[in-house]
């Protein structure tokens, strides 16, 4: 059973750079997909990315210029950057892994973070 | 560029059946297979439901169930209970299976 923990700044200035870690227990990150899903509050669900161990990464297009995510699997860990914040980016951001054809199966708790 | 349409709200009395309608609008999304079902309880992350169409996690309700035709995919719950009302979420990928698309979310209201 895999665990998810999402960790970093919950305070982003605008045109900074976003960071969050997600710590994965129970489970080796060297095996499927990895990534970002964020939600701002009260609204829908929007995906950011994902990436591999292997080092392939597929990012949303609308937010492709900004993201990057990276794995360390030293540390069975992964990585979200968000470069050049504003407020839009005001979410509870969730790591999650994701199982391809079947779904995205753990999710973090989530952790909010506000561009101000 | 593509998208997946959600109703925003369906409510239902316990003990009934409910659907919620997920529709592809754009071209890119071509083999719109890969069709999950999250649900998500207020200030709790999304909870997978259904996945592959039709099937089921480990520990989820047989009353969820889902089906898929042409360019929409539903979702079906039956004999509502109140531990149900939460907002669900579809979602898929691009033909090309390098992007994830979420519906906006349903509001489900057991009254």
């Known amino acids: 059973q895999a665990q998810l923990q999402e960790s970093g700044p919950g305070l982003v200035k605008p045109s900074e750079t976003l960071s969050l870690t997600c710590s994965v227990s129970?489970?080796?990150?060297?095996?499927?997909?990895w990534g970002w899903i964020r939600q701002p509050p009260g609204k829908g669900l929007e995906w950011i990315g994902y990436?591999?161990?292997?080092?392939?990464?597929h990012y949303n297009p609308s937010l492709k210029s900004r993201v990057t995510i990276s794995l360390d699997a030293s540390k069975n860990q992964f990585s979200l950057n968000l470069t050049f914040a504003t407020a839009a980016d005001t979410a509870i951001y969730y790591c999650?892994?994701?199982?391809?054809?079947?779904?995205?199966?753990?999710w973090g708790q989530g952790t909010l973070v506000t561009v101000s | 560029q593509s998208a997946l349409t959600q109703p925003a709200s369906v409510s239902g009395s316990p003990g009934q059946s409910i659907t919620i309608s997920c529709t592809v609008v754009?071209?890119?999304?071509?083999?719109?297979?890969?069709v999950s079902w999250y649900q998500q309880h207020p200030g709790k992350a999304p909870k997978l439901i259904l996945f592959d169409v039709n099937n089921r996690p480990s520990g989820v309700s047989s009353r969820f169930s889902a089906s898929k035709s042409a360019n929409t995919a539903s979702l079906t719950i039956s004999g509502l209970q109140i531990e149900d009302e939460a907002v669900y979420y579809c979602?898929?990928?691009?033909?090309?299976?390098?992007?994830?698309?979420f519906g906006g979310g349903t509001k489900l209201t057991v009254l």
């Open positions: 990436g591999s161990y292997g080092g392939r990464t």
């Open positions: 754009g071209s890119d999304v071509g083999s719109y297979n890969f």
């Open positions: 129970g489970v080796s990150i060297g095996s499927y997909f």
């Open positions: 999650a892994r994701d199982h391809g054809s079947r779904g995205i199966d753990y």
């Open positions: 979602s898929s990928y691009t033909n090309i299976i390098t992007s994830v698309l």
